[in-house]
């Protein structure tokens, strides 16, 4: 699996090298359409190309938003159009039903803002929050707004980082995993939980 891993990693470094701040862009935006790219490699990189004098700071910070924005709008119109005829025919088998989209539409109405922007800089959850925004039909001039800005420091923290470590950017981007790896296992522990708390409910 290690092995895996470094072979994305050094696929991404070798995109950056060869094409610059278009590599940048698609590896984002695949970044924030859930392609398993790890985006605390690309933009710690970037700031190392920065050290160098390769391209500019403000520069390889606005090209890695305009792709993870780009990348989320694919994912919130998956969710747009997909999400909710995907629950009614299939919801049942993983115990998703119709109140449940009603739920999520009620929760994006009055926290949908405040969701995306603090989950766009989660690790290992902040690509799939546009799927839900888009099953809620939270507005897209909203949505777009608050992905911005939510992308804006994390892409903006790692792309610092990578310029200040500069050729040490690979050590602490291994350290970043365990971080991702946390969130994860905290949010599946949560999911488990409420699936459980469900099903002795149906149980009663």
């Keep these: 699996m290690q092995s895996i891993v470094n072979d994305v990693v050094n696929w991404c470094t070798s995109v950056i090298a060869t094409f610059g701040l278009p590599g940048i ?6 970044e924030s359409a859930c392609v398993p790219i790890p985006a605390e ?3 710690m990189f970037a700031g190392f190309a920065v050290s160098q004098g390769k391209m500019g700071l403000a520069a390889a910070i606005t090209v890695g938003v305009a792709g993870n924005v780009v990348g989320a709008w694919l994912v919130y119109y998956v969710g747009l159009y997909g999400g909710r005829p995907f ?5 049942r088998y993983v115990l998703l039903r119709h109140e449940h989209i009603d739920l999520t539409e009620r929760w994006f109405a009055r926290y949908g803002p405040i969701t995306v922007f603090f989950c766009r800089m989660l690790p290992g959850v902040r690509s799939f929050v546009s799927l839900p925004a888009g099953v809620a039909r939270m ?3 909203r949505f777009t707004l608050y992905t911005a800005l939510g992308c804006v420091p994390f892409v903006a923290f ?4 990578g310029v200040k470590v500069g050729a ?7 350290d970043f995993k365990w971080l991702d790896y946390a969130v994860v296992a905290a949010i599946v522990a949560l999911i488990l939980w409420a699936v459980a708390r469900r099903l002795r409910r149906r149980a009663a």
Excluded: C, K, N, S
Aim: aromatic share 18%; glycine share 4%; proline share 4%.
């Design 25 to 30: 862009f698609v590896l984002m935006l695949l």
């Design 41 to 43: 490699a690309t933009m």
């Design 87 to 91: 629950i009614d025919r299939y919801g």
């Design 139 to 141: 507005p897209i001039w």
């Design 158 to 161: 790692l792309t610092w980082l």
């Design 168 to 174: 040490d950017w690979h050590r602490l981007e291994q």
